[in-house]
């Protein structure tokens, strides 16, 4: 008998694992249905952390897990690789603009240090960026990018201290309901009882979801993320850089550079195989704007998922009509760099603990009762 069973070792279940027993809880248990933690969507990831975002929540999901970051060494032991290189988006659309500068304003009150930029001052301090048509950038020194994999090893290694039992390569293959609530989860090495069960299934989140009878509605869709070769005219201080309208970046990676872009015209699927279209989209997107890509070479790619919400944000907490059962799926792209916070928030609403963070609008009843959330800086 476990009293919680994680299904899920990504960054966000392994996460709630690390906090829940930092927390004093026992009997967690974490089941991975592949031999390696973080081996699906987080090992694909790109590793942005940002500062800027259009909610207020969103906003302090990423401050609360950006100090995790930054003590991570300290308090766990572990690098989590943390470089604030700063994001630097850029907005030709003029309603874009009007969105971010709304942003700003929001952000600035939380305490974010984000800048808005003219075009001229784009051009001045990042010369390898074409601003001849934008309407304006927002730049935070404070956002930048880690290490996935550093992460997830890190804070496995102290949940095990702790005394959470993972278990990789078991799948689950159900979910056992008893008397109007949750009861534990079964696998191929047979049943195991539990007090509260957490979906982290990440792209599989709602086949999860449907073992329980319960709807996440939550999506996998394709992204694709390019390498290059070292580029000798690589700016040492160069940000992530966004091109807000088209939702393609790119970012130094060892001396050379990573980007991406998403497509909005692909259809969501389980496919994680890259192919050409991804660098033809990035000719039309990121390219565009940083004309120095033209001369990079490209030399490895891979391709992930993300788990997609109908509103592009997080689904986070209790199931109201299943006692038991949590969820913490559908961040839309943004789950590396909200985990950590996203890890204490779960784990103090299953300990039965006030929340560091106020994440009721993200609850998964919004989309039954009609209130989704505006996210207007997914990326």
């Known amino acids: 008998m476990a009293e919680v069973v994680i299904v899920g070792g990504g960054v966000v279940g392994v996460s709630i694992a690390y906090h829940l027993a930092s927390l004093g ?7 991975e249905r592949e031999p390696v933690l973080g081996s699906g969507s987080t090992s694909r990831s ?6 800027q975002f259009g909610t207020a929540a969103n906003v302090r999901l990423s401050q609360w897990s950006l100090d995790f970051f930054k003590r991570m060494r300290e308090d766990l032991g572990a690098d989590p690789g943390l470089r604030q290189v700063g994001y630097l988006m850029l907005v030709a659309d003029a309603r874009h603009w009007s969105d971010l500068l709304a942003n700003v304003r929001m952000q600035r009150d939380l305490g ?3 800048q808005a930029l003219t075009p001229g001052e784009v051009a001045a ?5 074409d601003a001849a048509d934008l309407a304006g950038a927002t730049f935070c020194p404070e956002d930048g990018y880690a290490d996935p994999h550093a992460v997830v090893q890190g804070m496995a290694r102290q949940a095990r201290r702790l005394g959470v039992v993972i278990r990789t390569g078991a799948e689950v293959t159900g979910l056992r309901v008893a ?5 534990g989860v079964d696998t191929a090495d047979g049943q195991l009882p539990a007090r509260v069960v957490v979906n982290c299934a990440g792209p599989s989140a709602g086949t999860v979801g ?3 009878g319960v709807d996440v509605p939550v999506l996998p869709y394709r992204r694709q993320v390019y390498v290059t070769a070292p580029y000798p005219g690589l700016p040492g201080d160069m940000p992530m850089v966004i091109d807000y309208d088209t939702a393609s970046y790119v970012r130094g ?3 050379g550079l990573l980007m991406g872009a998403s497509d909005p015209a692909e259809p969501s699927s389980f496919r994680m195989d890259p192919d050409d279209a ?3 989209l990035l000719g039309r997107t990121i390219m565009r704007r940083v004309p120095l890509l033209a001369e990079v070479q490209i030399v490895r790619s891979w391709a992930g998922l993300y788990e997609v919400s109908p509103d592009e944000n997080p689904v986070l907490g209790p199931v109201p009509q299943l006692p038991g059962f949590f969820v913490a799926n559908g961040f839309s792209g943004h789950g590396f760099q909200h985990a950590p916070a996203v890890g204490r928030v779960l784990a103090e609403m299953i300990l039965g603990l006030p929340p560091s963070i106020d994440v009721g609008t993200l609850d998964l009843a919004r989309f039954r009762d009609g209130r989704p959330i505006r996210e207007n800086a997914a990326i």
Do not use: Q
């Open 25 to 31: 809880a026992r009997d967690v248990v974490l089941l």
């Open 46 to 51: 790109a590793g942005g952390i940002r500062l």
């Open 112 to 114: 974010v240090p984000v």
């Open 125 to 129: 301090r990042f010369p390898y960026v």
């Open 179 to 183: 008397g109007g609530r949750i009861a």
């Open 210 to 212: 449907r073992m329980a």
């Open 253 to 255: 990676d060892g001396g």
């Open 278 to 280: 991804g660098v033809l």
